[in-house]
Each structure stands twice: as C-alpha cells, then as structure tokens.
T-cell receptor
Framework: AQKITQTQPGMFVQEKEAVTLDCTYD???????LFWYKQPSSGEMIFLIY??????QNATEGRYSLNFQKARKSANLVISASQLGDSAMYFC?????????????FGEGTQLTVNP | NAGVTQTPKFQVLKTGQSMTLQCAQD?????MSWYRQDPGMGLRLIHY???????DQGEVPNGYNVSRSTTEDFPLRLLSAAPSQTSVYFC???????????FGEGSWLTVV
C-alpha cells in the first residue's frame, strides 16, 4: 500500500526566508510521481511542482524546488524567499506509475504561516 | 478555457436525501476522479474513471455512485446522505499523456 507522511502539522517562517516542508513516501512500485499542492484558505488546490521517480534532476518551478532523495524516499518542498501569500496548507501527494490517471494518495498536509 | 467545473459549490442536505455533484471538464481528459477532504486531512479518493464507460472504486467508495457516459462529465451521486458525508468534494482530471492533474474548485457539502 502507498503512504505519504508529512510530519510537520504547522510551520512558521519569516518573510523573505526559505522554508523546507517535509514529505516521505512509501511505495513498492518502481515508477511513481510525486506532487506538491498548495491549498489557500479559499479552498482550491493549486499545483506547484512534480517529480517523476526516474527524473535524474530535482524539479524546480520558480521559487519552488523539490529535494528528491530516492533512497530515503523523501520529496521535500523548498520555498525560497517566502512571501506573505505563501501562507496556506501544503499537501504532498503520490501517483503510482503512469497508469493511475488522476488517482493520488495525499499526506495530511502542513500549514505554513509566513510572518511579516 | 473553463478547466474543471464543479456544481454546486455549496449544498446543505438532510439525512437520507439524495443528490448529485456535477463535474465537467472541457480539456478532453481521459482520466477523472472524485476526492473528499475532511477537516485537517488530505484528500481521499472516492471513485475514478479512465475513460467513458469505465469507472472503479477508490479508497472510500461507500455511499457514493458514479458514471461516465461521456468524456466530459463525471457526476458523483449520494443515494442516501449521511452526516459522515459532510465534507469538501473535489473533482480532478488529467490527460492520458503528461502528469498535470487539474482540480475543480471544490463543493462544500453539509449533511444535517
């Protein structure tokens, strides 16, 4: 069975500083995809970044980067230069292989608060 | 481009009532799925579909039915609502090729 673990229920960071949100996963599938989503208080799910299990390099999207350590089964999200608008709930999620469509397994989330 | 559209956005039901949450996408995505999100938790998969005429159960399917008669639409039916089904419901879709998964804006359902 697949499992995503986010061990930080809440995180605080000062504006303009970097923050790392932790995510570990458990799967026996050789092929999988890892996602990070942001959920602001308005409730929508906003896609941030994706990492495929066979990708050699860590994914980056603007201020977001994914620190992928396959042997440790971790996929931490790094947000550089935090902004007040980054305050939200962040979810790590995993998809099995390429045939699982939009079936994702989610972690329980980390509530990030950016302080001015 | 409307993306993934869910209706209604808010709904209050009485225990035992039935209703359908609508989900439509205009991106010709093969894959569609329904999730529920309970307070303080991540999303959990209810049902999914890999194409018109094909559906399957996810992690928490009990109390819900789905159908996929067209590529565009994937309605979620609650046959006899229970308070335990009070949740936020998200519809999601994806192309066969590529990894980006698109979510609707969510439907807030309260069963009293």
């Amino acid at each position: 069975a697949q499992k995503i673990t986010q061990t930080q229920p809440g995180m605080f960071v000062q504006e303009k500083e970097a923050v790392t949100l932790d995510c570990t996963y458990d799967t026996s599938d050789p092929s999988y995809g890892l996602f990070w989503y942001k959920q602001p208080s308005s409730g929508e799910m906003i896609f941030l970044i994706y990492q495929g299990s066979y990708d050699q390099q860590n994914a980056t999207e603007g201020r977001y980067s994914l620190n992928f350590q396959k042997a440790r089964k971790s996929a931490n999200l790094v947000i550089s230069a935090s902004q007040l608008g980054d305050s939200a709930m962040y979810f790590c999620a995993m998809r099995r292989g390429e045939t699982s469509g939009s079936r994702l397994t989610f972690g329980e989330g980390t509530q990030l608060t950016v302080n001015p | 481009n409307a993306g993934v559209t869910q209706t209604p956005k808010f709904q209050v039901l009485k225990t035992g009532q039935s209703m359908t949450l609508q989900c439509a996408q205009d991106m010709n995505h093969e894959y569609m799925s329904w999730y529920r999100q309970d307070p303080g938790m991540g999303l959990r998969l209810i049902h999914y579909s890999v194409g018109a005429g094909i559906t399957d159960q996810g992690e928490v399917p009990n109390g819900y039915n789905v159908s996929r008669s067209t590529t565009e639409d994937f309605p979620l039916r609650l046959l006899s609502a229970a308070p335990s089904q009070t949740s936020v419901y998200f519809c999601a879709s994806r192309l066969l090729v590529g990894h980006t998964i698109y979510f609707g804006e969510g439907s807030w359902l309260t069963v009293v």
